[in-house]
């Protein structure tokens, strides 16, 4: 018995009316207010998938990680306290906050909240998108998936392997080291790279169909506030099949997932494949950069940032 999926992710936030219309609007998440300070935001029939707190910082606040069953959620425990990890359980209170039935907490060696938890709580209402869309990938495949940028990667892996139970489902080593990793039938719940730092680099949400990828292009490009990015668009589709949407250095990914469910394998992907994947993941490094430092460019040639219009990767020259 171990992790299922992701479940829930929380998020810091400097201002909460950016993200009401950012979760809402761009994402086609369906808002749920809270209170003053915090917002929850549903995509399927459970009562909430990403919690965003208004704290003036910026970042993952937490992670909320689904088992089985409470024999689950205390074997979890068991390992981790075997492995010298130290456990909390969740109090009652918490648990509402999170709408499920129970939950412990504990760290990750980079010092990530991580949340367990089994029983969350459906909806009684059907979900209503913020926008109009086909609706997000979930159920037994989780909310979607996160990378995180670590300052070394070996400990966190093997945290995250041994003790939790992740499966390796791809690598590769240049330019720098990246590890994908899996919990069920999605290709991967969490990548970790290596690049000198500790930080969030982003999260994924999946949609059903390409249309509602592109309109979240189309959108983006109204909004001077935003720089979007499209990756992964393939010869002969008018529309996006990936789409990375910044806000106020919030980076999320919109996704389609066109091609077959991945297995665990020991080697890395395929040259192609592992080429396209590399030049998406720089470009969106280069996103973060230049949020940061407003200069830099995706890729050689390609239009600035910010603004300055959107920065393509073709598909099929990248070699997918």
């Given at each position: ?25 761009f ?6 207010d ?27 606040s ?23 990890t ?9 648990a ?9 907490v504990?760290?990750d ?6 949340e ?18 086909s609706?997000?990938r979930?159920?037994p ?20 392997a ?11 080593l240049?330019p720098?080291?990246?590890?994908f990793?899996?919990v069920?039938p ?9 690049s000198?730092?500790n ?6 949400v ?8 592109g ?25 996006p ?31 192609g494949?592992q ?13 973060l ?32």
């Amino acid at each position: 018995m171990g992790i299922d999926a992701l479940g829930y992710i929380g998020v810091r936030a400097r201002d909460l009316d950016d993200w009401a219309g950012y979760g809402s609007n761009f994402l086609g998440l369906q808002r749920i207010d809270k209170s003053r300070s915090t917002l929850a935001f549903r995509m399927d029939d459970r009562k909430q998938r990403l919690m965003v707190d208004a704290d003036g910082g910026q970042g993952i606040s937490f992670f909320g990680w689904e088992v089985a069953d409470a024999a689950a959620l205390a074997a979890l425990a068991g390992r981790l306290e075997a492995a010298g990890t130290r456990v909390a359980r969740g109090s009652r209170a918490l648990a509402g906050e999170r709408h499920v039935a129970d939950l412990i907490v504990f760290n990750d060696p980079a010092g990530n909240r991580l949340e367990a938890f089994y029983g969350a709580e459906t909806a009684s209402e059907p979900f209503k998108p913020g926008r109009i869309i086909s609706g997000f990938r979930t159920g037994p495949l989780g909310m979607g998936h996160v990378v995180m940028h670590f300052e070394r990667i070996a400990e966190v892996m093997s945290f995250y392997a041994d003790v939790l139970g992740f499966k390796l489902s791809d690598y590769w080593l240049r330019p720098f080291p990246a590890y994908f990793f899996h919990v069920n039938p999605r290709h991967h719940s969490i990548a970790f790279v290596e690049s000198g730092t500790n930080m969030i680099h982003h999260m994924m949400v999946e949609l059903y169909s390409f249309d509602d990828v592109g309109q979240g292009y189309d959108i983006a490009l109204g909004e001077p506030r935003v720089a979007a990015i499209v990756v992964g668009q393939r010869k002969g589709r008018l529309q996006p099949d990936r789409l990375v949407i910044v806000l106020n250095g919030a980076v999320v990914l919109l996704f389609l997932d066109i091609s077959k469910r991945a297995e665990a394998k020991e080697g890395g992907v395929a040259g192609g494949e592992q080429y396209c994947l590399v030049k998406i993941l720089h470009c969106m490094v280069n996103v973060l950069r230049a949020w940061e430092e407003d200069h830099a460019s995706c890729d050689q040639g390609s239009n600035k940032l910010l603004g300055r219009g959107p920065v393509l990767l073709d598909h099929d020259r990248a070699g997918g």
